[in-house]
């Protein structure tokens, strides 16, 4: 009895000496709120900017503290080989080091079991939000650190002995302790680029290389111990300077990303970012995109980038999306021929570890009489071979359009806009060995009346989109030319041709046309169905009573919508039973660019104008570039009632 008094005085005194609860980890509420994350302080790095709001919709308890030597060593003591080492980290109540991020998620997975509670590692969110505690000051303490929280902070080659020692120094207004320096933390998220865009409770990028870790550490200059500093580490690594606090919550991260075999649609983002490197040619009028998927995951997007559209200095560039992430790269030149426009594009992935990238090329500064280039990269689209002249002659029917595909045979099809009129039409090239030739079966014919003939040899509309059917007929939709129905509406028009291009037959399809500014996607899908992209009206030019198109909400109620929308047919182009508007929803205030500009997304109101681009990766995800916004859902969001 007298030993076991003697060893609960001590073993209470050790504790309530070092104001700790031994093995039981203690932890304060978070309250949901807003606030604005990221810096740009001027000893900011690059990656802490844009500063954009973040809303948390859900209170969270947090660590008080790091999680200590004695706490993780319940979990896994074999971890005690590391006390001391580097003459850190030596006492139970020392924040563990040396642990990698697996280890640490192991411990919140070992600890929500023994407690029966929900524990996680932080959001990197979360971590500065609990960080900041209503501050916007570098440190949640003001413009500098007190001293007592400072740890040798300086970069040393070899590490001073310093007390890791949990709550030694005053919380912050939350109660949390060692928020600045002591350890870095580990945190949820990968390591990912911010956006402008307000986020609700985000949770980073779905894949990555390197894991987040936040807070800064002994033996690191002070500014890296700043609210926003991000840092981050190879999930695997563990060292002397990075532990791990926990959070308890019943938000669950992982239920943010997405379940890609059920419906979703993603808020539209930006993917024309200007590059912070003023050596490459990025000018005031970006337009006129290709998209493409890369063997690798990543998303290529391509424009053209010039102050007027007629011109010399136009140059066409690239910004890349990597796999897993939702922040496209600041854009980077892909092709400048100096003097040269270079209107019209298209990136093809030909499923043979093959990107393949068409255009146009004229001699002048418009975009009438432009030769065909050809290009490829084996590299996912780092590095291209040295253009390849696959159409000599300087002359109209080379305009590129963005949607190169297939038919039926296996042939590529290139749709090129016929002149540059907005009533010219379309033509087609053909190629039978992967683009290394290319024909157009044009039989030189002028331009038919499409509203009397019923045949002709080139497609009714500019920038349109060609798809080949199941029978090897090839179906187009186009812009302009419209062709008045029974009813004595204008239509968009479909062309058909049955022999691979050399003729086309012309009739009303089911859609409004389109005008100026406007241009449509038309592809087939993994599922086998054919999908549309186009917009209900022209915002300036459709007369007032003919703008909007009918939809049917998810209560069975109909509505008018405007702007864009997509369609779907699963007979071939005959019928198309599927019509929804392109938005969630929400209202949001969106930038276009290039001659759409500002507009409002709501309910009832998507995108109004812009050149559509589009492409399907293999994980049947759908992706839609527009000439300045970014769009990313699938075919069962389009089916969703």
């Not at 053209?304 to 560039?317: G, K």
């Not at 859609?511 to 549309?532: H, S, T, W």
């Amino acid at each position: 009895m007298k030993n076991l008094q003697t060893f609960l005085t001590v073993c209470c005194s050790c504790l309530i000496c070092n104001n700790l609860y031994s093995q039981r980890i203690e932890t304060v509420n978070i309250p949901a709120g807003t606030f604005y994350m990221g810096s740009t302080d001027a000893t900011a790095g690059a990656d802490e900017s844009p500063i954009h709001p973040v809303t948390l919709t859900y209170s969270f308890r947090m660590g008080v503290t790091e999680v200590t030597n004695a706490q993780f060593e319940e979990f896994m003591p074999s971890h005690k080989k590391y006390r001391g080492k580097n003459g850190l980290s030596c006492n139970d109540n020392d924040a563990v080091v040396y642990v990698s991020y697996q280890d640490a998620v192991d411990f919140c997975t070992w600890l929500s079991k023994k407690e029966g509670k929900n524990y996680r590692l932080p959001t990197e969110a979360e971590w500065e939000y609990a960080c900041r505690a209503g501050s916007y000051t570098p440190y949640n303490t003001g413009d500098a650190l007190p001293e007592e929280m400072c740890k040798n902070q300086v970069i040393a080659r070899d590490y001073q002995p310093v007390s890791l020692k949990v709550a030694q120094s005053a919380p912050n207004a939350f109660g949390l302790y060692d928020m600045h320096g002591n350890v870095e933390e580990w945190c949820y998220d990968w390591y990912g680029a911010y956006s402008s865009e307000a986020q609700t409770n985000p949770v980073g990028p779905d894949e990555g290389e390197y894991k987040i870790t936040r807070g800064g550490s002994h033996h690191t200059p002070v500014q890296y111990l700043r609210s926003a500093t991000r840092m981050a580490m190879i999930p695997e690594d563990k060292h002397s300077l990075t532990g791990f606090r926990v959070v308890e919550s019943d938000f669950n991260p992982i239920s943010c990303r997405i379940d890609k075999e059920k419906a979703f649609f993603l808020p539209p983002i930006p993917y024309v970012i200007p590059p912070s490197n003023k050596k490459i040619p990025f000018y005031k009028h970006n337009h006129q995109p290709s998209l493409t998927w890369c063997d690798n995951g990543d998303l290529l997007a391509v424009w053209f980038s010039a102050n007027e559209e007629n011109s010399r200095e136009m140059a066409v560039l690239s910004s890349r999306l990597k796999k897993g992430t939702r922040q496209w790269s600041e854009a980077e030149l892909f092709l400048k021929i100096p003097g040269r426009n270079l209107t019209g594009t298209s990136l093809f992935n030909n499923g043979k570890g093959e990107l393949l990238h068409l255009n146009g090329v004229e001699a002048a500064g418009d975009w009438q009489n432009l030769m065909m280039i050809l290009r490829r990269s084996h590299d996912n689209g780092l590095s291209w071979s040295k253009p390849q002249i696959i159409a000599s002659e300087h002359t109209k029917r080379h305009q590129v359009i963005s949607g190169t595909s297939r038919s039926k045979e296996g042939y590529l099809i290139q749709a090129c806009d016929a002149g540059p009129g907005s009533h010219d039409g379309s033509a087609i090239h053909i190629s039978k060995d992967e683009g290394t030739t290319w024909t157009d079966p044009w039989n030189g014919k002028a331009l038919p009346d499409f509203n009397k003939d019923k045949q002709g040899s080139t497609i009714a509309g500019i920038h349109a989109g060609v798809v080949a059917l199941k029978d090897g007929t090839l179906m187009a939709l186009g812009r302009g030319n419209s062709i008045v129905n029974q009813e004595g509406k204008k239509r968009m028009p479909m062309s058909l041709s049955h022999d691979l291009g050399k003729t086309w037959t012309y009739s009303p399809s089911p859609f409004p046309p389109i005008d100026g500014g406007q241009r449509l996607v038309l592809m087939r899908l993994n599922e086998g169905a054919i999908l549309l992209v186009s917009f209900t009206d022209h915002p300036q030019r459709t007369p007032e009573k003919e703008r909007g198109m009918t939809f049917t909400a998810a209560d069975g109620t109909t509505y008018t919508g405007y702007g864009m929308y997509a369609a779907v047919s699963y007979d071939e182009g005959k019928t198309w039973p599927v019509k929804k508007l392109l938005t969630d929803g929400t209202t949001r205030f969106l930038n276009g660019g290039a001659w759409t500009g500002h507009f409002i997304m709501d309910d009832t109101h998507a995108e109004p104008r812009g050149y559509l681009a589009g492409t399907q990766t293999p994980d049947n995800t759908i992706h839609i570039v527009s000439s300045n916004l970014y769009y990313q859902f699938n075919l069962k969001w389009l089916e969703k009632k």
